[in-house]
């Protein structure tokens, strides 16, 4: 049986992409799963965090494997890693379609990091119309929620006025999870049991729940 792979697309910069990738395998591995990450973002700030990650931890206990892949070798990557792995966990470039559409085609699933403004949502628009074409299943995942609650009429409104589904688990504007980002960690493994690191583990089963299949 194959492995399920997972990409975590937007073309806005500043949507927290790589923070949600690496939590997101953290989060897959420590539930159980075997998990492979594949950066396709040249910037390589995912690469940078793995590498981080050894040295906090040790080479041989990431619980992840890494690779990098761009362009067309991504889907045949992320295909090839789905042979060994229960799931892969791909990291797109911001600004490329060229560059993530490869990636978008070779998920069963795409998730998609967005920040609660009316602005950024908006600004989500050509990143969903990509997937779109692709006939690929996805959810926006609203990243960095203010601690209100709820989210504003506005906001509310401006995510239905795009009449695509987003995943009922909100992030919050939480300092841990970029911090716990610089030792190679995640909010689960620095603070487990805190909100950020129950948010995080409750975004996973959802966005496994809804993985085709």
Same mark, same amino acid.
């Given at each position: 049986?194959?492995?399920?792979?997972?990409?975590?697309?937007?073309?806005?910069?500043?949507?927290?992409?790589?923070?949600?990738?690496?939590?997101?395998a953290?989060?897959?591995? %420590?539930?159980?799963?075997?998990?492979?990450?594949l =950066?396709?973002?040249?910037?390589?700030?995912?690469?940078?965090?793995?590498?981080?990650?050894?040295?906090t931890?040790? =080479?041989?206990?990431?619980?992840l494997?890494?690779?990098?892949?761009?362009?067309w070798?991504?889907?045949?990557?992320?295909?090839s890693?789905? %042979?060994?792995?229960?799931?892969?966990?791909?990291?797109?470039?911001?600004?490329?379609?060229?560059?993530s559409r490869?990636?978008?085609?070779?998920?069963?699933?795409?998730?998609?990091?967005?920040?609660?403004?009316?602005?950024?949502?908006?600004?989500?628009?050509p990143?969903?119309?990509?997937?779109?074409?692709?006939g690929?299943?996805?959810l926006?995942?609203?990243?960095?929620?203010?601690?209100?609650?709820?989210?504003?009429?506005?906001?509310? =409104?401006?995510?239905?006025?795009?009449?695509?589904?987003?995943?009922?688990?909100?992030?919050g504007?939480?300092?841990?999870?970029?911090?716990?980002?610089g030792?190679?960690?995640?909010?689960m493994?620095?603070?487990?049991?805190?909100?950020?690191?129950?948010?995080?583990?409750?975004?996973?089963?959802?966005?496994?729940?809804?993985?085709?299949?």
């Open positions: 049986m194959s492995g399920h792979i997972i990409t975590i697309a937007q073309q806005k910069g500043g949507s927290g992409k790589t923070t949600l990738a690496a939590h997101l953290v989060a897959l591995m %420590r539930s159980g799963g075997r998990v492979a990450l =950066d396709c973002d040249p910037q390589g700030s995912l690469g940078e965090w793995f590498e981080a990650r050894e040295q931890l040790g =080479d041989d206990r990431t619980g494997s890494f690779r990098t892949a761009s362009g070798g991504a889907r045949r990557e992320a295909r890693l789905a %042979r060994d792995y229960d799931f892969i966990v791909i990291d797109t470039p911001p600004k490329s379609d060229v560059e490869p990636a978008i085609e070779a998920a069963h699933l795409v998730a998609v990091p967005v920040q609660p403004t009316p602005i950024d949502l908006w600004a989500t628009q990143t969903l119309e990509m997937i779109a074409k692709e690929t299943p996805s926006l995942v609203i990243n960095r929620a203010l601690a209100r609650g709820a989210l504003t009429k506005e906001i509310t =409104d401006a995510i239905h006025a795009l009449g695509h589904p987003a995943a009922q688990t909100r992030l504007n939480r300092v841990a999870f970029a911090s716990s980002m030792e190679g960690l995640t909010v493994e620095i603070d487990p049991g805190s909100k950020g690191a129950l948010e995080m583990e409750t975004l996973a089963r959802e966005l496994v729940a809804a993985l085709p299949g």
